[in-house]
């Protein structure tokens, strides 16, 4: 054993720069909702052998977000933070300042260097690496992923292989493996470290880890790579149990839905989880920005809005997908259309702005990089077996669809999340859809589809009404109407999430624009919501601090 006088303290080291050329605030940056910098603390944290967590940084946001992620925030030297600027030497300012305020005055016995960049660290994997040192079979390990693969170089006189023989072809799986640093952490004998400044010394020693683990964020394309990897993962977690019950002798026929037991995944207090977010319980209001059909057919149109939302503080925008031939009304489809681009049958209208394959994944990767959730509402099954290859976390139900019970059993057969807004609907017809839909990972969104919607036709008591008949459901609000005012006063009441269709201008060519809400108006929608939610506060009454003057200023009679 190299470490035999007691426990030996291992302390974790994470780097992470305010600055990033490649991406931008990188370490910032959310990958599964959640900023890389604290992914890389709370791998630490759950490692069993790791003592204390220090994240290093010139940024006062990456340290605020490491403190509350339980990491030590240490203020890292500016001349320790540009470009050129070494891991090691944060590191081992960290160690400096570790050990001016131990009474000690000692270094730990293994430091650990992570890389806030690696999104999908293994505890147990750092776990594997300080073993390795602590007992003495190493000084330096490195996480690596084993490849056999056949590498070769190029120059004037031609190629050549590298790790091979050109003239001896093995099969790869008869090849020793080789191994690829991921970058992903190192864990070294910090008296070693510190003699010699730098991360390999003495016998060094690989740490596998899965190739599915090993990746690396330095550029945009990275990013949106993670981020499809983690809306992947947590698509796969296995579904908890329907809890439908169908009551055949309760008036009409209606379906009564059983709330999850308490803890299960569509279960009030924990929410639905859709892509980087949790819609209901105690999560903030989720805000979708429908773009619809407001592109127009026009894929940097389409963009740009996405770009407008973002910029307003949505958490996703919704687009719509049919297959034309289907989806358009048999009596509709030979219908005169003015649009833009001249006369046209209604038919030839719904494929002139109707996006396909290319376009969703440009959406997609777009989505991705700009930290937001991207669905659609299928229009017809083929639009639901589209979206679902496409990788979108949850399928919505458009009004004008719940009573499609069809599309509902192919939506629910997906197994993904469903958001199902409820206008135009009875409560016996959204009664049926819910039946097929489920309650396990449902959304129902209070809605009237009108365009645009008046005030009266709101009935925004009708949250509490589906929120009661389905509980466990979480219940939002869809809205058509001109103004802010109804939109709020539904989160007033209670609803877990929002939607309002967007446009860059509400005079534009379209029939959803004039409905919409402008980015001006989305951001002010947004910030209401957000000032709502702090203002609906907890319930319980209570005697704030800034009452206290005007209460010892004005009050008369004071009980005891």
Same mark, same amino acid.
């Given at each position: 054993?190299?470490?035999?006088?007691?426990?030996?303290?291992? /302390?974790?080291? =994470?780097?992470?720069?305010?600055?990033?050329?490649?991406?931008?605030?990188? %370490?910032?940056?959310?990958?599964?909702?959640?900023?890389?910098?604290?992914?890389?603390?709370?791998?630490?944290?759950?490692?069993?052998?790791?003592?204390?967590?220090?994240?290093? *940084?010139?940024?006062?946001?990456?340290?605020?977000?490491?403190?509350?992620?339980?990491?030590?925030?240490?203020?890292?030297?500016?001349?320790?933070?540009?470009?050129?600027?070494?891991?090691?030497?944060?590191?081992?300012?960290?160690?400096?300042?570790?050990?001016?305020?131990?009474?000690?005055?000692?270094?730990?016995?293994?430091?650990?260097?992570?890389?806030?960049?690696?999104?999908?660290?293994?505890?147990?994997?750092?776990?594997?690496?300080?073993?390795?040192?602590?007992?003495?079979?190493?000084?330096?390990?490195? *996480?690596?992923?084993?490849?056999?693969?056949?590498?070769?170089?190029?120059?004037?006189?031609?190629?050549?292989?590298? %790790? +091979? $023989?050109?003239?001896?072809?093995?099969?790869?799986?008869?090849?020793?493996?080789?191994?690829?640093?991921?970058?992903?952490?190192?864990?070294?004998?910090?008296?070693?470290?510190?003699?010699?400044?730098?991360?390999?010394?003495?016998?060094?020693?690989?740490?596998?880890?899965?190739?599915?683990?090993?990746?690396?964020?330095?550029?945009?394309?990275?990013?949106?790579?993670?981020?499809?990897?983690?809306?992947?993962?947590?698509?796969?977690?296995?579904?908890?149990?329907?809890?439908?019950?169908?009551?055949?002798?309760?008036?009409?026929?209606?379906?009564?839905?059983?709330?999850?037991?308490?803890?299960?995944?569509?279960?009030?207090?924990?929410?639905?989880?859709?892509?980087?977010?949790?819609?209901?319980?105690?999560?903030?209001?989720?805000?979708?920005?429908?773009?619809?059909?407001? +592109? %127009?057919?026009?894929?940097?149109?389409?963009?740009?809005?996405?770009?407008?939302?973002?910029?307003?503080?949505? %958490?996703?925008?919704?687009?719509?997908?049919?297959?034309?031939?289907?989806?358009?009304?048999?009596?509709?489809?030979?219908?005169?259309?003015?649009?833009?681009? !001249?006369?046209?049958?209604?038919?030839?209208?719904?494929?002139?702005?109707?996006?396909?394959?290319?376009?969703?994944?440009? =959406?997609?990767?777009?989505?991705?990089?700009?930290?937001?959730?991207?669905?659609?509402?299928?229009?017809?099954?083929? *639009?639901?077996?589209?979206?679902?290859?496409?990788?979108?976390? @949850?399928?919505?139900?458009?009004?004008?669809?719940?009573?499609?019970?069809?599309?509902?059993?192919?939506?629910?057969?997906?197994?993904?999340?469903?958001?199902?807004?409820?206008?135009?609907?009875?409560?016996?017809? =959204?009664?049926?859809?819910?039946?097929?839909?489920?309650?396990?990972?449902?959304?129902?969104?209070?809605?009237? *589809?009108?365009?645009?919607?008046?005030?009266? $036709?709101?009935?925004?008591?009708?949250? $509490?009404?589906?929120?009661?008949?389905?509980?466990?459901?979480?219940?939002?609000?869809?809205?058509?109407?001109?103004?802010?005012?109804?939109?709020?006063?539904?989160?007033?009441?209670?609803?877990?999430? /929002?939607?309002?269709?967007?446009?860059?201008?509400? !005079?534009?060519?379209?029939?959803?624009?004039?409905?919409?809400?402008?980015?001006?108006?989305?951001?002010?929608?947004? @910030?209401?919501?957000?000032?709502?939610?702090?203002?609906? !506060?907890?319930?319980?009454?209570?005697?704030?601090?800034?009452?206290?003057?005007?209460?010892?200023?004005?009050?008369? /009679?004071?009980?005891?």
């Amino acid at each position: 054993m190299r470490f035999e006088s007691g426990p030996a303290r291992v /302390v974790a080291v =994470i780097p992470a720069r305010g600055g990033s050329k490649g991406v931008p605030g990188k %370490n910032l940056r959310l990958v599964g909702g959640v900023p890389l910098v604290v992914r890389a603390v709370r791998a630490a944290r759950a490692a069993g052998l790791v003592d204390e967590v220090i994240v290093s *940084s010139d940024d006062e946001e990456i340290r605020l977000a490491a403190a509350r992620a339980g990491a030590l925030a240490l203020v890292r030297p500016a001349e320790l933070s540009g470009d050129e600027a070494s891991s090691e030497s944060a590191v081992l300012h960290a160690l400096d300042a570790l050990r001016a305020g131990d009474p000690d005055g000692s270094d730990p016995a293994v430091t650990l260097l992570i890389q806030a960049t690696s999104p999908f660290i293994d505890p147990a994997s750092l776990d594997g690496a300080v073993e390795r040192v602590l007992a003495g079979t190493a000084d330096s390990v490195f *996480s690596g992923v084993a490849e056999r693969a056949f590498v070769w170089r190029e120059d004037d006189l031609g190629a050549y292989g590298v %790790n +091979h $023989e050109a003239s001896v072809r093995q099969r790869r799986q008869d090849r020793e493996p080789e191994w690829r640093e991921t970058g992903a952490f190192y864990a070294m004998a910090t008296d070693l470290l510190r003699a010699s400044g730098h991360r390999f010394n003495g016998r060094i020693a690989v740490q596998p880890v899965a190739e599915g683990d090993a990746i690396e964020i330095d550029t945009p394309e990275e990013l949106a790579h993670a981020e499809f990897v983690a809306v992947q993962r947590d698509l796969d977690l296995p579904r908890g149990p329907e809890r439908t019950e169908r009551r055949p002798h309760e008036p009409n026929g209606t379906a009564r839905m059983t709330a999850p037991a308490a803890g299960t995944a569509g279960s009030a207090p924990t929410g639905v989880r859709i892509g980087r977010n949790l819609v209901g319980g105690t999560a903030p209001v989720y805000v979708i920005a429908e773009i619809g059909l407001n +592109h %127009n057919g026009s894929l940097p149109l389409a963009l740009e809005l996405m770009e407008r939302a973002k910029e307003a503080g949505a %958490n996703a925008v919704k687009f719509q997908k049919r297959t034309p031939e289907i989806a358009t009304p048999e009596h509709m489809k030979d219908v005169p259309r003015e649009t833009p681009w !001249g006369t046209m049958s209604y038919l030839e209208y719904r494929r002139r702005v109707e996006f396909g394959r290319d376009e969703y994944l440009a =959406i997609a990767e777009r989505a991705a990089l700009l930290g937001l959730d991207w669905f659609a509402s299928p229009w017809d099954e083929p *639009s639901v077996a589209f979206l679902d290859e496409l990788g979108a976390p @949850t399928h919505k139900i458009a009004s004008a669809s719940l009573t499609d019970l069809g599309l509902l059993a192919a939506v629910a057969a997906t197994g993904k999340p469903v958001i199902c807004s409820t206008g135009m609907s009875t409560m016996g017809e =959204i009664d049926r859809a819910v039946e097929v839909l489920g309650v396990d990972r449902l959304v129902l969104l209070h809605a009237t *589809s009108s365009y645009p919607m008046p005030s009266e $036709e709101a009935n925004l008591r009708t949250i $509490e009404t589906l929120r009661r008949r389905y509980p466990g459901v979480p219940v939002g609000y869809s809205g058509h109407e001109p103004g802010l005012e109804i939109s709020l006063g539904a989160v007033a009441l209670g609803a877990v999430a /929002v939607e309002r269709h967007l446009t860059l201008d509400r !005079g534009m060519w379209g029939s959803d624009h004039a409905a919409s809400l402008e980015p001006d108006d989305l951001a002010r929608l947004v @910030t209401g919501i957000r000032t709502l939610e702090l203002a609906l !506060g907890d319930g319980v009454k209570r005697v704030f601090p800034g009452e206290e003057a005007p209460k010892a200023k004005l009050r008369r /009679v004071l009980q005891p």
